[in-house]
């Protein structure tokens, strides 16, 4: 294993255990231990199998996209998925997301500009839906403004959740804008026309050194740039952008109803299907700040948060949130790993270098 992955591990784990600490430091760690003992893990078996049919239709839902612009198979989509996101679960960066698309390079050919921008897209979906339903929860939920959780530099309150929403539909608004944009050929063809054009405003280049600069920088520029807007051709089809909507919106419902599910064997935890569907959502922004990887600690500290908008105890909301959040996390790193060697892809690899051979 490479010294700077070794590296980028042991920070990892450092930052995991200085997160978990910010967030449980007001909870007694004999009541956090006694409480994890009294969960009745009976019900982690059919939390985690709905949290992994869940992944099997966020891949359904991976091909249906990259299908727009290249038909792959259901196993070439799984695979570089799982692995993206046990990535995301142990390595700092999200290096998940940009690992998708170079493993789906490697193995299928799949130009990686194209895989990046069909990455981009789902998560258009996700976060869209994720918007819509934080808007139903501060409509329904009464969260006091003056209520807030500290976690290191953060204050977790409303007004963090609403500042959280509001940058990330601004966000979502300018991409989705930008999609339909590049979506049509005649404002691509200017793009690329003014990319070519670059070298010109090098008034003091000489001619051959205009023409390098446009056969190695500006060419390559409109390779990516034409790739990319290849990879959101699910533009042009609303059929299987329906498909997609409604595919996000069983995902999550199924995440959360492994939370509710995990709920049934936690003492304290008495919170029905649209309670802790909430928790979830609010958890979902918290965890969008900047965080360690398998965002532990800010997970754990937005579950306290939103767990006690429904009077549940500091320390069951701090037992309960811990271990859901394994129940989340560990099926996907093993998935990951067992995709990593079904695959022969060398994940650290990819992780760090981008597109390689085997």
Same mark, same amino acid.
């Given at each position: 294993?490479?010294?700077?992955?070794?590296?980028?591990?042991?920070?990892?784990?450092?930052?995991?255990?200085?997160?978990?600490?910010?967030?449980?430091?007001?909870?007694?760690?004999?009541?956090?231990?006694?409480?994890?003992?009294?969960?009745?893990?009976?019900?982690?078996?059919?939390?985690?199998?709905?949290?992994?049919?869940?992944?099997?239709?966020?891949?359904?839902?991976?091909?249906?996209?990259?299908?727009?612009?290249?038909?792959?198979?259901?196993?070439?989509?799984?695979?570089?998925?799982?692995? *993206?996101?046990?990535?995301?679960?142990?390595?700092?960066?999200?290096?998940?997301?940009?690992?998708?698309?170079?493993?789906?390079?490697?193995?299928?050919?799949?130009?990686?500009?194209?895989?990046?921008?069909?990455?981009?897209?789902?998560?258009?979906?996700?976060?869209?839906?994720?918007?819509?339903?934080?808007?139903?929860?501060?409509?329904?939920?009464?969260?006091?403004?003056?209520?807030?959780?500290?976690?290191?530099?953060?204050?977790?309150?409303?007004?963090?959740?609403?500042?959280? *929403?509001?940058?990330?539909?601004?966000?979502?608004?300018?991409?989705?804008?930008?999609?339909?944009?590049?979506?049509?050929?005649?404002?691509?063809?200017?793009?690329?026309?003014?990319?070519?054009?670059?070298?010109?405003?090098?008034?003091?280049?000489?001619?051959?050194?205009?023409?390098?600069?446009?056969?190695?920088?500006?060419?390559?520029?409109?390779?990516?740039?034409?790739?990319?807007?290849?990879?959101?051709?699910?533009?042009?089809?609303?059929?299987?952008?329906?498909?997609?909507?409604?595919?996000?919106?069983?995902?999550?419902?199924?995440?959360?109803?492994?939370?509710?599910?995990?709920?049934?064997?936690?003492?304290?935890?008495?919170?029905?299907?649209?309670?802790?569907?909430?928790?979830?959502?609010?958890?979902?922004?918290?965890?969008?700040?900047?965080?360690?990887?398998?965002?532990?600690?800010?997970?754990?500290? *937005?579950?306290?948060?939103?767990?006690?908008?429904?009077?549940?105890?500091?320390?069951?909301?701090?037992?309960?949130?811990?271990?859901?959040?394994?129940?989340?996390?560990?099926?996907?790193?093993?998935?990951?790993?067992?995709?990593?060697?079904?695959?022969?892809?060398?994940?650290?690899?990819?992780?760090?270098? *981008?597109?390689?051979?085997?």
């Amino acid at each position: 294993m490479k010294k700077n992955i070794k590296l980028s591990l042991i920070s990892g784990m450092l930052i995991s255990a200085v997160a978990l600490y910010f967030a449980f430091r007001k909870v007694p760690l004999i009541d956090l231990l006694n409480y994890l003992m009294s969960i009745n893990y009976f019900w982690i078996l059919p939390s985690m199998l709905v949290v992994l049919i869940s992944f099997v239709l966020r891949a359904f839902r991976w091909q249906i996209i990259l299908s727009s612009a290249r038909e792959v198979s259901f196993r070439q989509a799984f695979h570089p998925m799982m692995i *993206g996101f046990m990535l995301n679960c142990v390595l700092p960066g999200r290096v998940g997301e940009m690992a998708r698309p170079a493993i789906l390079h490697k193995n299928n050919n799949f130009p990686f500009p194209m895989g990046l921008a069909t990455v981009a897209a789902e998560r258009v979906f996700d976060v869209s839906l994720l918007i819509t339903l934080l808007i139903a929860v501060l409509t329904i939920v009464q969260i006091d403004p003056d209520f807030n959780i500290a976690f290191g530099e953060y204050n977790l309150s409303r007004k963090t959740l609403t500042t959280i *929403g509001e940058n990330m539909l601004k966000m979502s608004a300018i991409f989705i804008a930008g999609i339909i944009m590049i979506s049509f050929s005649t404002i691509r063809n200017i793009i690329n026309r003014a990319i070519m054009k670059i070298p010109s405003l090098l008034f003091f280049a000489g001619y051959s050194y205009k023409k390098k600069i446009q056969k190695k920088v500006c060419a390559p520029l409109v390779y990516f740039a034409e790739n990319f807007a290849s990879g959101f051709a699910l533009v042009k089809y609303p059929k299987k952008i329906c498909v997609c909507i409604g595919l996000s919106i069983i995902i999550w419902s199924l995440l959360a109803f492994s939370y509710y599910i995990m709920a049934l064997g936690c003492p304290g935890i008495d919170l029905t299907y649209f309670e802790l569907s909430a928790v979830m959502i609010i958890i979902c922004f918290f965890i969008a700040l900047p965080s360690v990887p398998g965002f532990w600690g800010i997970w754990e500290a *937005g579950g306290v948060f939103a767990l006690s908008l429904f009077g549940v105890s500091s320390k069951d909301a701090a037992g309960f949130t811990l271990a859901n959040h394994a129940i989340q996390m560990l099926p996907v790193i093993g998935i990951g790993f067992v995709s990593a060697m079904i695959t022969g892809v060398n994940i650290w690899r990819v992780s760090y270098n *981008g597109p390689v051979n085997k």
